[in-house]
């Protein structure tokens, strides 16, 4: 069976990296703080010292960290992914940064030896726990069908999406309309229930009605509850919000919406809820 690394294990990488184990992989996992490795290496998976190490030992290496500048560190430098790439071995990196990050660390990869596919996913903790994401890739078809098995095991879906920067640019799309509906919702829930509507009622109506969605159900009995435990840290969405407009910037095209949304979850993070979860924009609406 192919030999997997895994690097990066908070809420999401952890979740993945136990599926994988618990699958019966060949499993090696790297994490900047190395307590964290305690319940993979339980499972039966190696602790590696360095994402070069994890690279050079492994058949295909995953990594899952928060943002381009954390995805474009554990790749370069001394002891970075590329540096123990060597010939023929695969490169994947399941982070949500913009095309041009991915674009680099393809480069940066592609001069080592190595093969690459950018992988960004779709969903939060729970369908990481359950195995049912959805996987953005784009990049090396090789690799693609290489990795198709483990990726079995993490996601539901697996789409291939053609060149670098199309998987980065998928991921954008959809959750700058995630942040977009977050916000609208937090806004409408916040109405209703000070013009004296029960909260209860406005999302039995909604769940009955055309705008029904997994996410209105989800995160209206969190914030009916005020239960911001995290399972997509709001610091994360509006980096992806930012992302999303900037490349609307990029290709000229105006997003005045995301825009707006954008400020919303950025006045979230200046009124301390960065590290919950995105529902707890609705702190900053009410």
């Known amino acids: 069976m192919t030999s997997i690394g895994f690097l990066g294990l908070g809420i999401m990488g952890k979740a993945m990296a136990v599926n994988l184990a618990k699958a019966g992989f060949d499993v090696t996992v790297w994490n900047r703080n190395p307590e964290k ?16 190490d994890v690279a050079a030992s492994c058949d295909i290496t995953f990594a899952m960290v928060s943002d381009p500048a954390a995805a474009l560190a554990i790749c370069q430098g001394p002891d970075g992914v590329a540096a123990g790439i060597g010939a023929g071995r695969g490169y994947i990196d399941m982070s949500t940064v913009d095309d041009t990050t991915s674009t680099l660390i393809a480069q940066t990869i592609a001069q080592a030896g190595g093969r690459f596919l950018e992988a960004p996913v779709s969903g939060t903790k729970k369908p990481a726990e359950d195995g049912t994401l959805i996987i953005l890739a784009a990049g090396d078809k090789s690799l693609y069908d290489d990795a198709l098995p483990a990726f079995d095991v993490m996601g539901k879906m697996a789409p291939y999406l053609g060149e670098i920067g199309q998987g980065a640019n998928m991921k954008l799309v959809v959750n700058m309309m995630m942040g977009g509906m977050l916000s609208i919702f937090s806004e409408g829930m916040s109405l209703g229930q000070k ?12 769940a009955a009605g055309a705008i029904t969605n997994p996410m209105f159900t989800g995160k209206g009995a969190m914030l009916l509850a005020e239960n911001y435990t995290t399972s997509f840290p709001l610091k994360h969405m509006q980096k992806d919000m930012r992302l999303a407009v900037a490349l609307g910037d990029k290709l000229d095209l105006p997003l005045p919406t995301a825009a707006i949304a954008n400020e919303s979850f950025k006045q979230a993070i200046k009124a301390g809820y960065a590290d919950e979860d995105i529902a707890a924009i609705y702190k900053v609406v009410k």
Do not use: D, Y
């Open 195 to 206: 013009a004296g509507l029960q909260g209860e009622q406005i999302l039995e109506v909604i």
């Open 37 to 52: 490795t305690t319940e993979l290496v339980a499972l039966g998976a190696k602790q590696g010292t360095t994402p070069k």
